[in-house]
């Protein structure tokens, strides 16, 4: 099994950047993708970004976050990032790192971001 952890929340001011990270343990091996959801106050969680975890596969990025937010990660899949650019308050949410484990989906306990004045 994959263990996830988050770290990189805060608060901090509209239009500026954070950077999450996700540490992966465990039985990184089985994993064959990550990627980044959210949960804003009230809303269901909601996928932002994927990273591969093959040759030849590409990242995903749903609509809202195109332009403005960058997944990245190393190549064997311990670490992933995820670049927030020109945030906004909408962006407020807590952010959990994901990962497909061999059929089975894992999750991280989640970060905290929250984007105020």
């Known amino acids: 099994q994959v263990q996830l952890v988050e770290s990189g929340g805060g608060l901090v001011q509209p239009g500026e950047s954070l950077t999450l990270s996700c540490a992966a343990s465990?039985?990184?091996?089985?994993?064959?993708?990550m990627g980044w959801f959210r949960q804003a106050p009230g809303k269901e969680r909601e996928l932002i970004a994927t990273?591969?975890?093959?040759?030849?596969?590409?990242?995903h990025y749903e609509d809202f976050a195109k332009g403005r937010f960058t997944i990245s990660g190393d190549n064997d899949k311990k670490t992933v990032f995820l670049q927030m650019n020109a945030l906004k308050p909408e962006d407020t949410a807590v952010y959990y790192c994901?990962?497909?484990?061999?059929?089975?989906?894992?999750w991280g306990k989640g970060t905290l971001v929250t984007v105020s004045s």
């Open positions: 994901w990962a497909w484990d061999n059929g089975v989906n894992a």
């Open positions: 465990g039985r990184i091996s089985s994993i064959n993708r």
């Open positions: 990273f591969p975890a093959a040759t030849g596969e590409g990242t």
